[in-house]
């Protein structure tokens, strides 16, 4: 990086945003995924769209490579900084433009935290759906680069489903609005397509967000099963049977001993999986559609139920689930978490395949997941001073995104590709597939530096 | 006209034909051919039938020539449906047509449009080669969302040749209430009421005569609960169920409305405009029903269409012309005449093979 290119940021912010120091930079060396670790050249952190607007225009004149980065929450390494670029931290870009009631949307900015949108808007009963597990934190830039998905994803959808219009600074500067304020439109999706792009396509400035009312009530339940597998089957015979619950969660014994060790959340320590369903809607309906699910859940071999009957009941279900990967971060000084999909029905064989890949390596493997759309999240758990084991852990891993692609699913469901899966792209996509978006990326970003090293491994050229 | 009988031959015409391409289904939106140059048109009828169907993972996939009422008919079989309620099925539209043009019907209010049931899609670029974007899973974040990206792009990248989508139980029972809020003025206003009500509607429509109308579904036991409670909102609800109930839905989305004459416009709006639009839109006799709560607007029109280009235009709406004869399907302002839009295009169709958007 030449000094005139630092110099000349200078000249779009102020000294006191752009950070250079070692110890300044350290805290950007890696997000949610700490495997993987590189220090910028620089973090700028412009205050406003104009400065961002212009940061990447100098950059796309200087060929400089940029890394949009939220609140570095991404598990698949997606804001892991290029150490020939910088790092462009939108955190301060964290106005709510527009919260229009009547119409059920918010304009926001991209630094603004998920969980912020939804408590701007409760107090006239509606709220922002998506939820990731780092909703207290993460912005909705990072959704949006990521189509962040959450636990109540299978009735809610993902972030591309609550996103009507963007704002966006493409990698050559070109300023873009696409898409709009109404739920349809007319003409090719391309918020569609901006959504999950995971920061190739430039940065989105402002993003217009769907809110929808607060269900009236809620009904969460908690199911203590002997084995994985009878969780398993438990998943799809709600399915079967017609009902569409908001979220289905399971976790296994080491999860349960993990969690109970920490969070104390009341679960049964002694079984072989918990499932957590939960709905919402109306309560006369979703009174009717408990009385269901009870029965299913009973059949099904659960040996333990506990219904939340108020708020706080329900809250404590949840802790245990939400503070599942702290706790294992307990029990193991460090973890891989995938979250490849399989189809639902073969959740049951995939959990059983990875026990036997987890004894294989000797090593641990505990199991959270969004059980109800198959989107596993098999935490490889190892030691990171030992490097043989580490060795061990990524094989483990890949093992396990290849067996999702061998069962007819994908190798992420809502982490994204980031650094972590770039070499498991040409398993689940042909070449030509891999070239179409390939070329894609180099017409929208012809220099190559928006985020460009996530996604795709570069030693390959279209065509070639 | 080529009509294909395999993806092969798909491919086969792609490499040989010289024109721009144009894409036809089943023919039930003719608007959308419109155009003034000498293009190829490729029917994909014969392109159809059910790949594959997983009622336990709630996906199929179909080659996009398949008749949405085939693929009905196999769900229904299995309590199962598109809740994004897809307009002109009994017409004869497919699966590649709806999605092609980006059509959902009355339920996108309450599940989401073809946009959101989408999962997997497989296209013919113009060299030829079969291209594959999302996946066969009800969950998944790898790679760039081709899916969506073809919703609503009438072909203009490339042959949409075989879908994989989503599916959702189908409610065990329906009921309807309808209002007569006198004028649109009065309808919008307790159609805004509704909408930031906690009761899940599955669809919300209002008309231009102050007709209000909302869909219920879900299960039998609760359902007259529900009415009732729903009816308290205003008083003079009438309450629709079983078949009576199903069939004006349909015939909603089937478009009986409309007189055989008349030119068939879909508009994107939000609900704050709807009463300006109508206005606008009254002056010339249109037939006009506002959908999903106010942001879809359907419009029947028997004027000039240069007219109602201009009216779109002023107020700063596109449209879609499905129904009806004009030099473009899109009428008013352009909703992607932007700098991404025109590099997505020359990424996917480089040598123009299909027609510009």
Request: proline letters at 4%; charged letters at 20%; glycine letters at 10%.
């Amino acid at each position: 990086m030449s000094k005139s290119f630092l110099d000349k940021l200078k000249d779009i912010v102020t000294d006191e945003q752009v950070l250079t120091a070692h110890s300044e930079l350290i805290p950007y060396e890696s997000d949610g995924l700490t495997a993987f670790k590189a220090l910028p050249r620089a973090v700028v952190l412009p205050n406003k769209q104009s400065e961002v607007i212009s940061i990447v225009r100098l950059c796309h004149e200087h060929s400089v490579p940029f890394v949009a980065r939220g609140s570095g929450t991404s598990l698949s390494g997606g804001s892991l900084p290029n150490e020939r670029g910088i790092v462009i931290g939108l955190n301060r870009l964290n106005s709510i433009l527009d919260l229009n009631i009547e119409e059920r949307y918010a304009v926001v900015e991209c630094g603004v935290i998920n969980n912020d949108v939804s408590e701007a808007s409760k107090h006239y009963g509606l709220h922002y759906a998506p939820d990731p597990s780092s909703q207290l934190v993460c912005t909705i830039g990072g959704n949006v680069a990521f189509n962040s998905g959450g636990a109540h994803c299978l009735k809610h959808g993902m972030t591309s489903n609550h996103v009507l219009g963007i704002k966006a600074v493409l990698p050559d500067g070109t300023v873009v609005q696409i898409g709009g304020h109404s739920l349809d439109s007319v003409g090719p999706d391309l918020v569609g397509l901006f959504v999950g792009s995971e920061g190739l396509f430039g940065i989105a400035l402002e993003i217009i967000l769907r809110l929808v009312p607060m269900p009236e009530g809620f009904r969460t339940l908690l199911a203590a099963y002997p084995s994985m597998e009878q969780a398993g089957d438990a998943v799809s015979s709600i399915i079967d049977a017609g009902l569409l619950p908001t979220a289905m969660e399971i976790m296994d014994n080491l999860t349960i001993k993990a969690v109970e060790a920490t969070v104390h959340a009341g679960y049964p320590t002694d079984a072989g999986a918990v499932l957590i369903v939960e709905l919402e809607g109306e309560i006369v309906e979703i009174e009717e559609e408990f009385k269901c699910l009870r029965k299913i859940i009973y059949e099904s071999g659960a040996y333990n139920v506990t219904s939340a009957n108020n708020q706080n009941e329900r809250a404590l279900i949840w802790k245990g689930r939400k503070g599942a990967f702290g706790a294992l971060g307990k029990i193991s000084p460090a973890y891989i978490v995938q979250d490849g999909v399989v189809p639902r029905s073969q959740l049951g064989s995939a959990l059983a395949e990875i026990d036997s890949l987890s004894e294989k390596y000797g090593i641990r493997v505990a199991n959270v997941f969004h059980a109800g759309d198959g989107n596993l999240h098999p935490n490889v758990l190892f030691n990171n001073s030992d490097e043989e084991m580490l060795e061990k852990a990524e094989l483990l891993a890949s093992e396990i995104v290849q067996m999702c692609i061998r069962r007819g699913g994908v190798i992420t469901g809502e982490h994204g590709v980031g650094m972590e899966k770039r070499e498991f792209m040409n398993d689940m996509f042909s070449d030509k597939d891999m070239d179409q978006m390939l070329i894609l990326t180099d017409i929208i970003d012809p220099h190559q530096i928006a985020n460009n090293d996530k996604v795709f491994s570069r030693s390959r050229v279209p065509g070639i | 006209m080529f009509y294909p009988q395999s993806i092969e031959e798909i491919q086969r015409v792609v490499v040989e034909s010289h024109a721009p391409m144009v894409v036809r289904g089943g023919g039930t939106k003719p608007g959308l051919l419109n155009h003034n140059d000498s293009v190829t048109t490729i029917d994909l009828s014969d392109v159809s039938g059910i790949l594959e169907y997983r009622p336990e993972e709630c996906t199929f996939t179909a080659l996009a020539g398949t008749r949405l009422n085939d693929i009905e008919e196999v769900l229904s079989d299995n309590d199962q449906w598109m809740p994004f309620d897809p307009p002109m099925v009994d017409k004869g539209s497919t699966l590649g047509g709806v999605l092609a043009a980006g059509l959902s019907g009355p339920c996108r209010y309450g599940f989401g449009g073809v946009r959101d049931f989408v999962l997997g899609i497989s296209w013919v670029s113009g060299d030829g080669n079969l291209l594959n974007g999302g996946g066969r899973v009800v969950k998944n974040v790898a790679g760039f969302d081709f899916p969506k990206l073809m919703v609503g792009s009438l072909g203009r990248f490339g042959i949409i040749t075989e879908i994989t989508m989503k599916v959702f139980p189908q409610s065990q029972a329906f009921a309807t209430l309808e209002w007569d809020c006198l004028n649109i003025e009065e309808a919008v206003k307790f159609m805004k009421l509704l909408s930031l009500s906690k009761i899940e509607f599955l669809a919300l429509d209002i008309e231009s005569n102050g007709i209000v109308r909302v869909r219920i579904g879900g299960i039998q036991n609760s359902l007259q609960k529900r009415l009732d409670s729903i009816a308290r909102y205003k008083n003079g609800a009438v309450i629709f169920k079983d078949r009576e109930e199903s069939e004006k839905w349909s015939s909603l989305r089937n478009f009986c409305w409309l007189d055989d004459s008349c030119m068939l416009i879909k508009v994107p709006i939000t609900p704050d405009i709807v009463c300006r639009l109508d206005s606008k839109l009254s002056h010339y006799e249109a037939l006009r029903l506002y959908s999903v709560g106010g942001n879809v607007a359907w419009i029947g029109w028997m004027d000039s269409i240069v007219k109602l280009d201009k009216i779109l235009e002023n107020l700063g709406l596109t449209g879609l012309l499905l129904l009806g004869e004009y030099n473009t399907p899109w009428l008013g302002t352009s909703a992607f005449d932007n700098v991404f839009a025109a590099k997505v295009k020359a990424a996917l169709d480089p040598k123009n093979r299909f027609m510009s958007l």
